[in-house]
């Protein structure tokens, strides 16, 4: 794909129901960005609705490597942001240039369909849309650890990818599977 938006939906999550590992995992596969040399930075776009001390960290950091920042709302729909984009980027958005890949809190529930800019919504569009579950965490599921906890988000994956007829979502674990520009 030539251009790549990283959608990073409610990132911050929700630390004190989570332990060391949920709460930091999805902040060092952020990084992941930063250090790969050859990106082609000016085809990858980080769109955030959520700041907080680690996560305006790490996205200063993104942007030190040279990568852009969108800050949006909660609210505002998958055609705001492209618009915004458009004149951030200049970019000629459509889709089969442009990909989605989304990460963020809860994965079973803002990150597949609870928001306007939720996976289900982009793929709808038409959009190539991946979830990167390693940008991924769930506190909202019941469970009395975070196995259980996915456990569980996996059910609402399968359930809303159901519901929505959201059959062409990826889910890439592999931050080098993700179909991103190179220079």
């Excluded at 040399?37 to 030190?64: A, C, H, P, W, Y």
């Amino acid at each position: 794909m030539k251009f790549t938006i990283v959608m990073l939906i409610d990132f911050i999550g929700h630390p004190k129901l989570g332990d060391h590992y949920t709460n930091n995992r999805r902040y060092s596969e952020l990084l992941k960005f930063a250090t790969s040399s050859k990106l082609d930075r000016d085809n990858i776009i980080f769109v955030s609705n959520t700041k907080g001390d680690m996560l305006s960290e790490t996205l200063d950091m993104l942007k030190t490597a040279g990568f852009d920042i969108l800050y949006t709302q909660s609210d505002e729909s998958i055609n705001d942001i492209v618009d915004k984009i458009k004149d951030i980027k200049g970019w000629d958005i459509k889709q089969y240039t442009t990909q989605a890949i989304i990460g963020g809190c809860n994965l079973g529930g803002c990150v597949i369909n609870a928001k306007p800019t939720s996976a289900v919504f982009w793929q709808q569009k038409g959009f190539k849309t991946t979830i990167h579950l390693p940008l991924c965490a769930e506190y909202e599921q019941p469970g009395v650890n975070a196995v259980e906890k996915v456990y569980r988000s996996i059910e609402q994956l399968n359930h809303f990818t159901k519901e929505y007829k959201a059959f062409a979502i990826e889910y890439c674990n592999d931050f080098h599977r993700l179909m991103l520009a190179y220079k």
